[in-house]
């Protein structure tokens, strides 16, 4: 059953993440007056499409992504054509998609504050929740769902107390006795002195062991600024992430559907609220991803464009920019690929995005 849920939450989220990402370009082409022939989810072969106006709106075999295809991409002829237009109406069409999924948090997160859900409103007991690699608490042997009972014969009630005494022990070794699956752990730790800035002294994230909630849903008045607070904060973390990764006390990592499947039957089991953040998450990174300058991406169009601004109008042949993009495409299929044989060693060897 488990399996169920998470195949139908994989195809929920980035269902939904790719259908704002082309609803970002199909708007901006429309108001730009760029026929559009077709609004597809995945990538051809097409299953089956249905006709409004002049437009097809399709289903697709291969589930990477989605296309909203404009009359003459790389063909001004037709007076309605995407490539007819102007460079300044180009670029923003091509940008469109990954700005409206930059935007996702600032409009998810507050509609879901709308909607009723679990809410924290009281708890004690120290619960570890996360743990980074080849920390002390990682080679210590500290496994997720631990809970933390007592710090050198101290009993732990609340997270404060905890930090409390890590951090005064910092540079120390320090015993932690902890609640396994009803089974009681003493282990022995060295707390870091110096440690990442989205991490701590142990490596550990922790929360509630024992927690009270409420189901809730906030009015729009107190939902909208509470999520643009989150979307924000969201930001925030992906920044202190980004630095974290280029100063290399953390490797950078690459997933696919494969691994993004994994993570979000992770991500499921911990309710809906970190749901609504593990969208809002992928869509950010799957906006970076597109702007990439590379071949069949809206970032390899969009240098196309930049180009023949650069040449004062000198447009690249459309055969060439086709060929470019088609080689490419082949390209981004066979790195897909690879990363999914990847992801699937990863998950065989017991492995998790998240650690």
Request: net charge negative; proline share 5%.
């Given at each position: 059953?488990?399996?169920?849920?998470?195949?139908?939450?994989?195809?929920?989220?980035?269902?939904?993440?790719?259908?704002?990402?082309?609803?970002?370009?199909?708007?901006t082409a429309k108001l730009a007056g760029i026929k559009v022939e077709e609004f597809g989810l995945g990538y051809p072969p097409r299953l089956f499409g249905i006709k409004r106006g002049e437009t097809v709106y399709s289903?697709?075999?291969?589930?990477?992504?989605?296309?909203?295809?404009?009359?003459?991409?790389?063909?001004?002829?037709?007076?309605?054509s995407f490539a007819s237009k102007s460079a300044a109406w180009r670029l923003l069409v091509l940008a469109a998609g990954s700005l409206v999924m930059f935007l996702a948090p600032f409009f998810v997160f507050p509609i879901a504050n709308m909607i009723p859900h679990e809410v924290v409103v009281d708890g004690e007991g120290?619960?570890?929740?996360?743990?980074?690699?080849?920390?002390?608490?990682?080679?210590?042997g500290i496994e997720l769902n631990d809970e933390i009972l007592y710090v050198n014969d101290i009993q732990i009630a609340t997270a404060?107390?905890?930090?409390?005494?890590?951090?005064?022990?910092?540079?120390?070794?320090?015993?932690?006795?902890?609640?396994?699956?009803?089974?009681?752990?003493?282990?022995?730790?060295?707390?870091?002195?110096?440690?990442?800035?989205?991490?701590?002294?142990?490596?550990?994230?922790?929360?509630?062991?024992?927690?009270?909630?409420?189901?809730?849903?906030?009015?729009?008045?107190d939902a909208i600024p509470m999520g643009i607070e989150d979307g924000w904060t969201m930001y925030v973390l992906?920044?202190?992430?980004?630095?974290?990764?280029?100063?290399?006390?953390?490797?950078?990592?690459v997933s696919g559907i494969v691994g993004i499947a994994q993570a979000t039957g992770e991500v499921v089991k911990a309710g809906f609220m970190n749901v609504v953040a593990w969208t809002c998450l992928l869509s950010i990174n799957l906006a970076i991803i597109n702007l990439?300058?590379?071949?069949?991406?809206?970032?390899?169009?969009?240098?196309?464009?930049?180009?023949?601004?650069?040449?004062?109008?000198k447009r690249i042949s459309p055969r060439t920019e086709g060929l470019v993009h088609m080689i490419g495409f082949a390209l981004l299929i066979g790195f897909v690929i690879v990363v999914t044989y990847f992801d699937i060693l990863r998950i065989a060897s017991g492995g998790s995005l998240f650690q």
């Amino acid at each position: 059953m488990s399996i169920v849920i998470t195949i139908v939450s994989v195809v929920l989220i980035l269902g939904f993440v790719i259908i704002i990402h082309e609803l970002g370009h199909f708007f901006t082409a429309k108001l730009a007056g760029i026929k559009v022939e077709e609004f597809g989810l995945g990538y051809p072969p097409r299953l089956f499409g249905i006709k409004r106006g002049e437009t097809v709106y399709s289903l697709n075999l291969i589930p990477i992504g989605g296309f909203c295809k404009m009359l003459g991409e790389e063909d001004p002829s037709e007076p309605r054509s995407f490539a007819s237009k102007s460079a300044a109406w180009r670029l923003l069409v091509l940008a469109a998609g990954s700005l409206v999924m930059f935007l996702a948090p600032f409009f998810v997160f507050p509609i879901a504050n709308m909607i009723p859900h679990e809410v924290v409103v009281d708890g004690e007991g120290v619960a570890v929740v996360g743990i980074e690699k080849n920390s002390p608490a990682d080679k210590a042997g500290i496994e997720l769902n631990d809970e933390i009972l007592y710090v050198n014969d101290i009993q732990i009630a609340t997270a404060e107390e905890l930090n409390e005494i890590v951090d005064s022990n910092a540079g120390s070794e320090i015993s932690l006795t902890l609640s396994r699956d009803s089974e009681i752990v003493t282990v022995s730790l060295v707390p870091r002195i110096e440690y990442p800035s989205n991490s701590g002294p142990m490596g550990v994230r922790i929360w509630w062991a024992d927690v009270i909630t409420e189901k809730k849903a906030y009015w729009p008045w107190d939902a909208i600024p509470m999520g643009i607070e989150d979307g924000w904060t969201m930001y925030v973390l992906i920044w202190d992430g980004v630095k974290i990764i280029f100063s290399g006390e953390q490797p950078f990592t690459v997933s696919g559907i494969v691994g993004i499947a994994q993570a979000t039957g992770e991500v499921v089991k911990a309710g809906f609220m970190n749901v609504v953040a593990w969208t809002c998450l992928l869509s950010i990174n799957l906006a970076i991803i597109n702007l990439l300058p590379l071949p069949a991406l809206d970032g390899g169009r969009i240098v196309f464009v930049l180009i023949e601004v650069a040449r004062r109008g000198k447009r690249i042949s459309p055969r060439t920019e086709g060929l470019v993009h088609m080689i490419g495409f082949a390209l981004l299929i066979g790195f897909v690929i690879v990363v999914t044989y990847f992801d699937i060693l990863r998950i065989a060897s017991g492995g998790s995005l998240f650690q």
